[in-house]
């Protein structure tokens, strides 16, 4: 079905979600690798690999630096990040750097195989709970944070505040159409819309910058 490659140092995490895979995806092919030099012999080797499950903290990655190496070796094969990693600056630099995707290590078992498969549909999966921290966070000031100004937002009809508020949910264009009553090819024209009008380049700048709205203030208009 799939050939997937984790790659993670952790022998026990590897196994689970091998067991994920294995469960979601029956008769998928999984490798295993325990740092980033295997990783990327694996990729020579293998570049008809459908996913690589990503860890940014196993040997040979130093952050962000191996998965910036691993899609200058492997650009066609997509790399999803899985990490105990939860700051929403890395998941928006993993993302800008070509990441498809950022899962938690403390997802629960369910939500990683929907994140795999929105993933492997060729959807990008963002986890809601990341998207939306903590808006006061003492780490970070009003400039870090991404924001779109209220008079963009005020441009979007209210199917597209609808629509938006969905993406930020980590909701694939199939779920959005099936939750709001409405075509998928409805779905895509919303969303290149919502892009147009928000002036921003990709679905996952739209999802990052509408993290921290109250869609509720703006759709009692």
Do not use: C, W
């Not at 196993?58 to 990490?83: Q, Y």
């Not at 199917?159 to 895509?188: C, F, H, P």
């Amino acid at each position: 079905m799939y050939k997937i490659l984790i790659a993670d140092d952790h022998p026990l995490f590897r196994e689970a979600i091998h067991n994920v895979i294995s469960d979601g995806f029956p008769g998928s092919e999984v490798m295993e690798t325990a740092d980033l030099d295997s990783a990327l012999a694996l990729t020579e080797e293998h570049d008809d690999l459908d996913l690589i499950l990503l860890d940014l903290n196993m040997p040979g990655m130093h952050g962000l630096n191996g998965l910036i190496n691993l899609r200058n070796e492997a650009p066609t094969i997509p790399v999803v990040i899985v990490s105990a990693e939860q700051d929403k600056q890395i998941v928006l630099q993993a993302i800008t750097y070509g990441a498809v995707g950022f899962i938690t290590k403390s997802s629960p078992r369910a939500q990683m195989t929907e994140a795999i498969e929105q993933i492997l549909n060729g959807n990008v999966y963002l986890p809601s709970d990341i998207i939306r921290t903590q808006k006061n966070s003492p780490r970070r000031s009003h400039h870090e944070e991404s924001s779109i100004p209220p008079e963009l937002l005020q441009a979007l009809t209210r199917k597209q505040l609808l629509v938006l508020e969905r993406m930020t949910k980590g909701e694939s264009n199939k779920q959005i159409a099936y939750n709001l009553d409405i075509a998928e090819t409805t779905v895509k024209a919303h969303v290149s819309a919502i892009l147009r009008k928000l002036n921003v380049h990709n679905r996952v700048q739209a999802i990052l910058s509408a993290g921290d709205i109250d869609f509720a203030a703006y759709l009692r208009r």
